[in-house]
C-alpha cells in the first residue's frame, strides 16, 4: 500500500507553467485520451490517462521513473478528441522537455540531440544513398545550415542541455 | 421658504453607548447650532415611547427636518420615515445616522476622538439637512394581463398560476401544440409518472383539490377563465414598458377551425401525403395533415404547410364531417396590452453530429435520449418496444454516452445537469420491461444531486445496469455485423474496452431553444455567454430579468427538471402578481434628473445606465438632450459619475448633498492624524463599514465616511473636493466587481479613480493618496485593516503639498 | 508556373529517394516548380520537440526564414516537416510574445521571422493549386480496378487547430485526390489512426504491432495497396513488413506506394524513372492493374 504523506501539488504547477504543459490542470481524467490512443491499445505500458493523474497528484518521481512519457507517438488523437482541451501531446513534449533538463534521455533521444549539433540533421545521408541519388537523376543535396543551426542551439542553452548528458554518460 | 427647525435625536441604543460618546458634550454642540430647534436624547428612536417623541416633535415642536442616531440604520430608518410620513413630514427629510457602528463602536478606545468624530457626523447630517428637497411618491398604470411565452411545462403552470389568481393570461405557444420538450419526454423522473401529467399540474377550476394532477386532456386547462392559449403563435413584436407591453404575436394558419374540428381522422386516413414526423424524431411518417398524440391540447389537427397539396389534392376536405379544414387560412397578427410578460421557451437538445467521432446522423443506430424517449412511449412510433432504427431490429445491447457535448469547451461547457438522470431513467425503463437487454452507461461523473435522485442510481445498479468510468473516444460502426463499437477506457479497472452495442444512445447537451436569440432581441434583454436568458442574480432573483416586469422560469434560463421549471414558474408567477396586484406601479422618485440647459448632444448616460431608463429625445432637428425615465431609473447615479458636462443629478442625493457633507464631516478634526475620506456605496461597500462596527474592529476616527448610492456616482471632482476640504487621503469603498449591485458602477469608478490618481500625480501628489476597495459585507475587518493602512501610509507620505514635481 | 521552396527534410533524401524522385517528376509535370534552398537545417519534428518545444520553434522559424528571404512559400514531401513547420509558422505569427523571443535568438544566427510565407504540404499544393481537374485530365495511364486503402497518417490533419488542412475526424481532401486517379479508396477499420512510426527505435514492438494492426485492417477490407504520403508511414509499414516477417512469422506482401508514385504512373512517368526498386514490399502486383 501506498502511503501518501503529501501530496507533491506543485508537479502539475511546474508543468503548466511550463510552454507546452498549460492545459494539464484543466484534465478530469475522463480517459478519452486512454481510449484514443493507439499506443495505450498495443502495451499496457502506456496510459495517458494515467500518467496524468500522476502528475497532477504530484507523483513527480514516478512520472521519470517509469518511461512512459516517451511512449507517446504524438499522434494527437486524443488532443483532437479532449472535451477539456487539453494538448495531451504537448503536455507529454512538456514532461520530456523537464526529463531532458534533468537528464533521464533514452539513448535514441540522445543520438538525435548529436545528429542535430553535429550534421544539422536528426537522419544522416550515406555515401551508398548520395551515388543512388546521382544515378536515379536526383540533384546533389544543397548545403545543410549547421553552423547557422548551432548559433541557435548555443542561444537556447541546448548545447548545455547536451554537453550535461554527456559529461553524465 | 419655510424656516428650518432641525431636530436631532440621539440614542444611546440601550446605554450601551454611554461609556464611550459623551452625550453631554454632543448635546451642547448641537445647540450651539442656531438651525437645530430640538435635541432629544433617549434609549431608542425606532419604536415605543422614543418613535412618539419624533413623532410629537414633528406635530408639537414643528420640526421639519429629522436627524436620528440610531443603530440598525435600515431597520429603524423604515419606522421612522414611516412615522415621519404619517406626521406629515417629506420622506426625504428624514436622515438616520448610525453613530454606534460608524463611531462608537470602531472607536471604542478612544472616547473621547469618537466624541469629536460623532460631532463631525451629526454637523454632516445638519449640513445635507438645509439643502433637502422633498420627493414624491409617482404612480405608473399596470395592466393586470401577462403575455406567457412558451406552452412547456413553466409555461403552462405559470400561466395557470396567474389565471387562477385572477389576471387575464395569454399563453403563447410556437408549435401547434402545447407540451413542449417535456411532453416528448413520455415519463419523468422523479415522479415516474407522465409527461402528459405534468402537462396539466394545477387547478380543477372550480375547486382546488388534491386530485387536480391531471393528464392533460382531463385537466379543463383551455376552460380556466382568464387563460387564453395561442398555438402555432410567435412573439414578434414587444414595445412598451414596464405596466404597459405592448405585444404583437403572428399566428401561423393552421388551416383547420379549431372549434368545429371533432378529432375523427377522417382527413388523416385520406390524406395522400406522407413525411417524417419531427415529433417522433423522424422514425416514423406522419401525414400533411396531422395530430401528434391523443392526449394533446388542442385536440384537434394541423396541416403542415409544407407537405401539403392545398388545392390540387383538397381530399381532407371532401371528407371532413364539420367543415372543419379551412385552406384559405392567412397568418394573422394580433397585438395585446400586458403588464408583464414571462419568458418560459425551455432547451431543445444540442444536435451532437458535429461530434463527429460519435457519428451520430450518419449511423442510424446511434440515437439521442429524447429518440429513444419517443422509442419508450407506448403512443410512440414503435409502441414502446426498442429497436435499432437501422433495421427495426430487437435491441439487445444499449450504450449510454453521457456528456455528449456538454462538459466539453469544445462545444458547451457547462454541466446540462439533467443527462445523468433521463439516463438512469431510461436505464430503468429498459431493465423493468426487458431485463434482458444489456446496458451500459459510460460516464465521467454520475450527477444525481436533487430529492429521490440517488435512488434511481441505486434502482439502476439493482437491475444491473453496468455502469463503466470513461467518456468513449469513438463510436464506429461494423458493417459486417451492423454492430456499433463502442471505444472506451473503464479507467477504474484502466482496461480499454470495445463494447458492441446494437443502439447507442447519446446523453446530449441541452442548450437553449431556437428563437432564445430573436426573442432576446425582441424584448431587449441579455442572453448568458451560453445563449440562455440571463437570469437577473442567481442566487435571490433567479426568475427575473434586468428588465422591470419581465420574468423568466423553466429551462429558458438553464436546462432544468420538472421539478425545477415547476418551482420556477410558480416564483415567476408570483413575481409577476408582485408587479401588477395593485394595478399600479408606486415609487419614489429617488431618480436621476437632467439639466437640459447644459445635456446635449452626447450619448454617454444612455449606454452607462446599467437600467436603459435614459433615451435621448430630440429637441430640435439637430439636437438631441438625454430624458430619464423615472419608472425605470433606480436612482444609482452612474450617470452623474459619467456625465461628461455634468449635467445630471440625483433628485434624492444631489451632488451639493455630497459635497455639503464631505466638507463638513471634515471640518472637525480631533486627532492629529492625517484626515480621510471614505466615499462609499449603500451597498455592499456601505455594509462593511457597518460590519466594521458590528464586529469591534478597531481603526482611526480620523476615517470620515460619506455614503453615496453607488460608487459609479462618484465624479473625479468629488475626490479633488474632498482634498480640497482637508483629506489627506480618499478611500472608495464599493461592491466586489463582479458583485456590483448596479451592474457595473464600481468598474466605472475604477477607471475614474485611475485618472484622478494621474491627474495628482500632475500635481505633484502621490496617486496612492486615492484607493478603491471591493469589499462585502462580512468583510468588516478587511475594511478597517484597509483605514488602518491607509493612515499608516499617509503618515509616512506627510502631508500634501502643491507642487510641479512629479 | 507557380513556385516553391521545397523543403526535403532529413529522412526523404537519406532514405526514399524513390519519394522525392516520383515527386519532383509529377510536380513538374503538373506545373509546379521546386526551388532547392541553400541552408536548411532539419525541421524539429516530435523527437526534437521531446528534447525542447522552445528551442524546436527557434529552429523551425530558422528554416521558414530561409524561405521568406526567398519570398517563397514552402512545399513539405513529409507531414513532419509539414507538423512542425506550420505549427512554428502559425504559432509565431499569432504569439507576439513567443515571436519576440524566437527572433531574439535568431539573431543569432543573422534571421528574423517575419511571417510572410505559407506552409504547404505537397498534397495541399495539389487540391488547391493544382485542382482535380487539371490532374484528371493529365492521366494517360488507367488503373484497373485498384482498390487503394488511403492512409494519411498523423501529422497531415493534427493538431487540426493549427494545421488546418482538412477535417480531422471526416477528411475527405486525400481520399479525392487518390480516386481523381481512378482508383478507389476503400473503407478499413482504424483508418485515421496512427502507425506507430514515431515509436521506431524506441519501442520497435510497439511500432510493429500498430503497424500490423493497420496492414492486417486494410488487407481485410481488400485493399491492394496501401498509400501514403509521409515517409513515416511509407517506412513503418514497408519495411515493417519485412520486420513482420521475422518477429511475427507472417507475410502480408501488402504494397506500400507514395501517392506520389502512384500519381506519376498514372500521369506518364516511365516506372524506370521511378526508382521503385527502393520499395522493400514489391509493388508489381499495383504495376498490373495499370494499362
Not at chain 2, 426573442?519 to 437577473?536: H, N, S
Not at chain 3, 495497396?225 to 519495411?239: A, E, H, M, S
Request: charged fraction near 25%; hydrophobic fraction near 40%.
Amino acid at each position: 500500500m501506498t502511503k501518501i504523506k503529501e501530496y507533491n501539488v506543485p508537479f502539475s504547477k511546474e508543468v503548466s507553467s511550463r510552454y507546452g504543459g498549460e492545459t494539464i490542470v484543466l484534465c478530469y481524467q475522463c480517459g478519452t485520451c486512454a481510449s484514443s490512443c493507439p499506443v495505450a491499445k498495443t502495451t499496457e505500458k502506456f496510459n495517458p490517462r494515467e500518467i496524468f493523474r500522476l502528475v497532477l497528484l504530484g507523483e513527480r518521481q514516478e512520472v521519470f521513473q517509469s518511461n512512459a512519457i516517451w511512449l507517446c507517438s504524438s499522434c494527437y488523437n486524443c488532443q483532437e478528441r479532449c472535451p477539456q482541451m487539453v494538448e495531451v501531446a504537448d503536455v507529454f513534449f512538456a514532461l520530456r522537455n523537464i526529463a531532458a533538463e534533468e537528464g533521464h534521455l533514452p539513448n535514441m533521444y540522445l543520438e538525435f540531440a548529436s545528429a542535430l549539433i553535429n550534421d544539422g540533421r536528426i537522419v544522416p545521408v550515406s555515401k551508398f544513398i548520395e551515388r543512388k541519388r546521382e544515378q536515379i537523376g536526383l540533384p546533389p543535396l544543397k548545403s545543410t545550415g549547421t553552423d547557422a543551426l548551432r548559433k541557435i542551439l548555443a542561444a537556447t542553452g541546448f548545447n548545455n542541455l547536451q554537453l550535461k548528458k554527456e559529461a553524465e554518460s | 421658504m419655510e424656516n428650518l427647525k432641525i431636530g436631532v435625536f440621539l440614542s444611546d441604543c440601550g446605554k450601551a453607548l454611554i461609556e464611550i460618546l459623551d452625550f453631554d458634550n454632543l448635546t451642547s454642540f448641537l445647540k450651539e447650532i442656531p438651525e437645530v430647534t430640538v435635541v432629544e436624547r433617549g434609549t431608542e428612536f425606532w419604536k415605543g415611547s422614543g418613535l412618539q417623541t419624533i413623532i410629537r416633535t414633528i406635530k408639537e415642536q414643528k420640526a421639519n427636518r429629522l436627524i436620528v442616531a440610531e443603530s440598525l440604520p435600515k431597520l429603524s430608518e423604515i419606522k421612522i420615515v414611516e412615522a415621519a410620513e404619517a406626521s406629515g413630514l417629506n420622506q426625504n427629510f428624514v436622515q438616520v445616522i448610525d453613530l454606534k457602528n460608524h463611531c462608537a463602536w470602531p472607536h471604542r478606545n478612544v472616547p473621547l476622538e469618537a466624541t469629536e468624530k460623532a460631532k463631525a457626523m451629526l454637523l454632516a447630517a445638519i449640513d445635507r439637512a438645509k439643502i433637502l428637497e422633498p420627493i414624491h411618491k409617482l404612480e405608473f398604470p399596470a395592466v393586470k394581463s401577462v403575455l406567457v411565452i412558451g406552452g412547456g411545462i413553466s409555461g403552462m403552470q405559470a400561466a395557470e398560476d396567474l389565471a387562477d389568481l385572477g389576471f387575464e393570461v395569454h399563453l403563447v405557444e410556437k408549435a401547434p401544440f402545447l407540451g413542449g420538450i417535456a411532453a416528448r419526454a413520455g415519463r419523468f423522473f422523479p415522479t415516474d409518472d407522465c409527461a402528459a401529467c405534468i402537462q396539466s399540474p394545477a387547478s380543477d377550476v372550480k375547486t382546488i383539490t388534491h386530485t387536480s394532477r391531471k393528464c392533460i386532456y382531463r385537466s379543463g386547462i383551455a376552460a380556466i377563465q382568464g387563460l387564453k392559449i395561442h398555438t402555432n403563435c410567435q412573439v414578434v413584436g414587444v414595445d412598451g414598458q414596464a405596466g404597459n407591453y405592448k405585444i404583437i404575436l403572428e399566428k401561423k394558419p393552421r388551416y383547420i377551425n379549431e372549434t368545429k374540428c371533432i378529432s375523427c381522422n377522417l382527413c388523416a386516413e385520406v390524406c395522400p401525403v406522407e413525411v417524417p414526423d419531427e415529433y417522433n424524431v423522424n422514425l416514423m411518417n406522419r401525414k400533411a395533415i396531422y395530430t401528434i398524440t391523443p392526449n394533446i391540447y388542442p385536440p384537434t389537427y394541423v396541416i403542415d404547410e409544407k407537405a401539403c397539396k392545398f388545392n390540387e389534392c383538397k381530399k381532407c376536405v371532401q371528407v371532413c364531417p364539420t367543415n372543419a379544414i379551412e385552406l384559405n387560412q392567412k397568418p394573422e397578427t394580433t397585438t395585446l396590452n400586458v403588464g408583464a410578460i414571462i419568458v418560459a421557451t425551455g432547451f431543445k437538445e444540442y444536435d451532437p453530429s458535429v461530434i463527429k467521432e460519435y457519428h451520430y446522423g450518419e449511423y442510424p443506430d446511434v440515437i439521442t435520449n429524447l429518440e429513444l424517449a419517443r422509442l419508450l412511449d407506448p403512443f410512440g412510433p414503435t409502441q414502446g418496444k426498442i429497436v435499432r432504427p437501422s433495421d427495426r431490429k430487437f435491441a439487445r445491447r444499449i450504450v449510454f454516452v453521457q456528456c455528449v457535448g456538454s462538459r466539453d469547451k469544445r462545444w458547451n461547457d457547462y454541466c446540462s445537469s439533467i443527462c445523468c438522470m433521463i439516463s438512469l431513467k431510461h436505464a430503468i425503463m429498459i431493465k423493468t420491461s426487458f431485463p434482458e437487454v444489456d446496458v451500459s452507461i459510460c460516464y465521467i461523473d454520475i450527477r444525481t444531486t436533487g430529492r429521490e435522485h440517488e435512488e434511481y442510481y441505486e434502482k439502476a445498479r439493482e437491475l444491473g445496469v453496468k455502469f463503466i468510468k470513461g467518456r468513449p473516444t469513438e463510436i464506429s460502426h461494423d458493417p459486417e455485423s451492423n454492430l456499433l463499437i463502442v471505444d472506451v477506457e473503464d479507467s477504474i479497472l484502466r482496461r480499454l474496452l470495445e463494447l458492441e452495442a446494437d443502439l447507442v444512445v447519446l446523453a446530449t447537451a441541452m442548450v437553449p431553444s431556437e428563437d432564445t436569440e430573436t426573442l432576446a432581441e425582441i424584448m431587449q434583454i441579455e442572453t448568458d455567454e451560453d445563449g440562455f436568458f440571463k437570469e437577473y442574480n442567481a442566487k435571490l432573483r433567479p426568475t427575473e430579468t434586468k428588465k422591470r416586469g419581465i420574468f423568466l422560469c423553466g429551462g429558458s434560463t438553464f436546462p432544468k427538471d420538472a421539478p425545477s421549471s415547476s418551482l420556477q414558474a410558480h416564483s415567476a408567477a408570483l413575481k409577476a402578481v408582485k408587479f401588477l396586484n395593485t394595478g399600479k406601479i408606486v415609487k419614489d422618485q429617488k431618480t436621476a434628473v437632467v439639466n437640459e440647459e447644459y445635456c446635449g448632444d452626447c450619448e454617454f448616460c444612455p449606454v452607462s445606465c446599467p437600467y436603459d431608463a435614459i433615451e435621448l429625445v430630440n429637441v430640435d432637428e439637430k439636437h438631441v438632450v438625454a430624458k430619464v425615465s423615472d419608472l425605470l431609473c433606480e436612482g444609482c447615479g452612474i450617470c452623474v459619475g459619467t456625465c461628461p458636462l455634468n449635467a445630471i443629478d440625483l433628485r434624492h442625493f444631489k451632488q451639493s448633498e455630497l459635497l455639503s457633507q464631505t466638507r463638513a464631516i471634515l471640518s472637525i478634526k480631533g486627532q492629529d492624524k492625517p484626515l480621510i475620506l471614505a466615499f462609499c456605496c449603500s451597498e455592499c461597500g456601505g455594509a462593511s463599514v457597518d460590519s466594521a462596527g458590528m464586529t469591534m474592529s478597531d481603526y482611526p476616527t480620523n476615517v470620515r465616511t460619506v455614503k453615496v448610492p453607488c460608487t459609479g456616482y462618484l465624479r473625479i471632482e468629488h475626490v479633488l473636493a474632498a482634498i480640497r476640504y482637508g483629506a489627506q487621503g480618499v478611500m472608495v469603498v464599493g461592491c466586489m466587481s463582479e458583485g456590483c449591485h448596479h451592474e457595473d458602477g464600481v468598474k466605472k469608478v475604477e477607471t475614474r479613480i485611475n485618472v484622478a490618481r494621474a491627474l495628482l500625480k500632475e500635481y505633484g501628489i502621490e496617486p496612492e493618496r486615492v484607493e478603491l476597495f471591493n469589499t462585502i459585507f462580512v468583510e468588516g475587518d478587511k475594511f478597517a485593516e484597509a483605514a488602518r493602512t491607509m493612515i499608516e501610509r499617509l503618515e509616512k507620505l506627510g502631508p500634501i503639498r502643491f507642487s510641479k514635481e512629479v | 508556373m507557380t513556385s516553391y521552396a521545397l523543403f526535403l527534410g532529413c529522412t526523404i533524401p537519406a532514405r526514399l529517394p524513390n519519394y522525392e524522385i516520383s515527386a519532383r517528376k509529377a510536380l513538374s509535370k503538373l506545373d509546379i516548380s521546386l526551388v532547392d534552398l541553400e541552408g536548411t537545417t532539419c525541421c524539429a519534428p516530435p523527437p526534437v520537440q521531446s528534447l525542447d518545444l522552445e528551442t524546436s520553434l527557434a529552429i523551425a522559424a530558422y528554416n521558414i526564414c530561409l524561405s521568406e528571404e526567398a519570398n517563397l512559400d514552402i512545399i513539405t514531401l513529409c507531414s513532419g516537416c509539414f507538423e512542425s513547420l506550420t505549427v512554428a509558422n502559425e504559432t509565431l505569427k499569432q504569439n507576439e510574445k513567443l515571436k519576440a523571443k524566437v527572433n531574439q535568438i535568431l539573431v543569432k544566427a543573422g534571421k528574423e521571422f517575419k511571417g510572410s510565407i505559407e506552409v504547404k504540404h505537397y498534397l495541399q499544393v495539389l487540391s488547391e493549386d493544382v485542382g482535380k481537374e487539371k490532374i484528371k485530365s493529365s492521366i494517360t495511364r488507367k488503373l484497373c480496378d485498384l482498390k487503394v486503402a488511403s492512409f494519411s497518417g498523423c501529422h497531415l490533419l493534427r493538431p487540426s487547430k493549427v494545421l488546418k488542412f482538412d477535417d480531422p475526424e471526416r477528411p475527405h481532401v486525400y481520399d479525392e485526390l487518390i480516386e481523381a486517379l481512378g482508383a478507389k479508396s476503400i473503407w478499413y477499420r482504424n483508418k485515421q489512426k496512427c502507425c506507430g512510426g514515431l515509436l521506431r527505435g524506441y519501442a520497435d514492438d510497439v511500432a510493429l504491432a500498430i503497424a500490423r494492426e493497420k496492414i492486417i485492417n486494410a488487407s481485410k477490407a481488400g485493399a491492394d495497396c496501401i498509400v501514403t504520403i509521409c515517409p513515416f508511414c511509407y517506412l513503418t509499414l514497408d519495411l515493417g513488413q519485412v520486420l513482420m516477417k521475422s518477429t511475427y512469422q507472417e507475410e502480408h506482401n501488402l504494397p506500400i506506394l507514395h501517392y506520389s508514385e502512384l500519381l506519376s504512373l498514372t500521369i506518364g512517368v516511365d516506372p524506370k524513372e521511378l526508382a521503385l526498386e527502393f520499395h522493400k514490399i514489391k509493388i508489381d502486383s499495383v504495376l498490373n492493374k495499370i494499362e
